[in-house]
């Protein structure tokens, strides 16, 4: 069965700091891995990562994937309140016609002044 | 921007009634999708849809429920006798492409549904 893991489960830093978030996977046969920032209901996407050491970069985040190692990793720098939420990691598989995507538990940030 | 919208927002219903979840995904998107989230846990898949198909579903999706694509812009999701347990945040997603092209999917803003 497919598992996403995601750490720290929760994390509370001050505007301006600087965070990293992790994400490892064990898929069977991996395609592509998402990041989506989840404030109070829809998970709003964020990145789509398919090639190994490429850095995808929006404003203050940007993310990696290595798929040697199996995990991603998002950071982001100088963060603000807005930054809150809840940020998950998913997998898409190369199973099925569809995508179908396999979520970690996700990891809680809390940005304070 | 183009975006999913999910109705009601939010539903209380007596356990073992019928509940159906309504979505209108992204006009031209093809692939359609169910997720649920129990409070607390994490988001997990029920079922995919294209081509007026079911394309996959998890354990979760089991009798009980169904999926359909009534008309042209609607995608419905029917719990036919709610349980307890089925108390979650249903959420409905579109992609344009499927896994093929590891497609984004777009999620909407959820329907929470509570079964007393």
């Known amino acids: 069965e497919d598992k996403v893991v995601q750490s720290p489960l929760s994390l509370v830093v001050h505007e301006g700091d600087t965070v990293t978030l992790n994400c490892s996977y064990e898929?069977?046969?991996?395609?592509?891995l998402l990041w989506y920032k989840q404030e109070k209901k829809a998970p709003t996407f964020l990145f789509m990562l398919t090639s190994s050491g490429i850095e995808k970069k929006s404003g203050r985040l940007s993310s990696i994937l290595d798929k040697k190692e199996l995990f991603s990793i998002l950071n982001i720098t100088a963060t603000q309140t807005g930054d809150s939420a809840v940020y998950l990691c998913a997998e898409i598989s190369n199973t099925g016609t569809a995508s179908k995507l396999t979520f970690g538990t996700g990891t809680r940030l809390q940005v304070t002044l | 921007e183009p975006e999913v919208t999910q109705t009601p927002s939010h539903q209380v219903t007596q356990m073992g009634q019928e509940v159906i979840l309504r979505c209108v995904p992204i006009s031209n998107h093809l692939y359609f999708y169910w997720y649920r989230q129990i409070l607390g846990q994490k988001v997990e898949f029920l079922v995919s849809?294209?081509?007026?198909?079911?394309?996959?579903k998890s354990e979760i999706f089991d009798d009980q429920f169904s999926v359909e694509r009534p008309d042209g812009s609607n995608f419905t999701l029917k719990i036919r006798s709610t349980k307890l347990e089925d108390s979650a945040m249903y959420f409905c997603?579109?992609?344009?492409?499927?896994?093929?092209?590891?497609?984004?999917?777009?999620f909407g803003e959820g329907s929470w549904l509570t079964v007393v």
């Open positions: 849809f294209y081509n007026n198909e079911i394309s996959e």
């Open positions: 898929v069977t046969n991996f395609r592509s």
């Open positions: 997603a579109s992609s344009a492409l499927g896994r093929a092209s590891g497609n984004t999917i777009y």
